[in-house]
């Protein structure tokens, strides 16, 4: 079954409205990072109320994980599938499989995605300067800024990307379960640095919106540059998976 959306979204997300896709995904980028994202950004620099939240519950989780024998290692692991350099490995072996005629813009696509998150969050953390958590009992270190964080952003591009590129090569009863794995594996990544204490919650959650702000306008690009119907597949699939 389909899912149940108003006219005007299942309008903007079929794929023979294409101007109006872009325009939707630009929009989408945009409203992103205009409010949610910059809401968080002012309260990080001004120190607000949520930072205060943040640092209460950092103590807290790190307390919880600190007295759990063999969590570390696990959460570890976790943090891992979005390092920097587990990210690159993914995206060589996914660029390995689909160079084939006819699928190198889904390459091109998901290279520029992922190198031009990965430069964008590092602007953004200079910018925006914030330290780390400073927690009672540290179990893991990580170097550089704290917000947005970079492993929350870039599984959200990486992931996101590599789910948009392989979309039309996967089988229909595929397509689903590979969204879902996506979205667990990216909120599995967020919440694996915030117990380790690595992150505040509202670098996690900055890194989820700048990242799917990033993402939208990449796929939006995209679709005006390629030829075929591939990413807009991806989007009507996701409106209609059973399609």
């Known amino acids: 079954m389909a899912l149940d959306l108003p006219k005007v979204v299942r309008t903007r997300?079929?794929?023979?409205?294409?101007?109006?896709?872009?325009?939707?995904?630009?929009?989408?980028?945009?409203?992103?990072?205009?409010?949610?994202?910059?809401?968080?950004?002012?309260?990080?620099?001004?120190?607000?109320?949520?930072?205060?939240?943040d640092g209460r519950l950092a103590d807290a989780l790190n307390d919880w994980v600190q007295g759990q024998p063999g969590a570390v290692p696990t959460i570890e692991a976790v943090s891992f599938l979005g390092k920097p350099v587990f990210l690159f490995v993914v995206v060589v072996i996914a660029v390995v499989v689909l160079w084939r005629p006819g699928r190198?813009?889904?390459?091109?696509?998901?290279?520029?995605?992922?190198l031009g998150?990965?430069?964008?969050d590092t602007l953004v953390k200079a910018a925006v300067?914030?330290?780390?958590?400073?927690v009672d009992h540290p179990v893991a270190e990580a170097f550089g800024k704290s917000f947005p964080s970079g492993h929350a952003m870039s599984s959200t591009v990486t992931y996101g990307?590599?789910?948009?590129?392989?979309?039309?090569y996967l089988a229909p009863r595929f397509r689903r379960s590979a969204l879902l794995v996506m979205v667990l594996v990216v909120i599995a990544v967020g919440t694996s640095r915030l117990l380790l204490g690595l992150?505040?919650?509202?670098?996690?959650?900055?890194g989820y919106l700048l990242g799917l702000a990033w993402l939208a306008g990449a796929v939006a690009a995209f679709s005006a540059w390629r030829h075929d119907q591939a990413v807009d597949d991806v989007v009507s699939g996701i409106a209609h998976p059973d399609g």
């Open 117 to 120: 998150g990965g430069v964008v």
């Open 161 to 168: 990307a590599l789910l948009v590129a392989l979309w039309p």
């Open 129 to 134: 300067d914030r330290p780390r958590p400073v």
């Open 104 to 114: 190198h813009r889904a390459t091109v696509f998901l290279i520029t995605t992922s």
């Open 13 to 53: 997300l079929d794929p023979a409205e294409r101007y109006g896709l872009r325009l939707t995904l630009i929009g989408l980028a945009v409203v992103i990072v205009a409010i949610p994202f910059a809401t968080l950004t002012f309260e990080v620099l001004g120190e607000g109320p949520l930072t205060r939240f």
């Open 199 to 206: 992150h505040f919650v509202t670098d996690v959650v900055g």
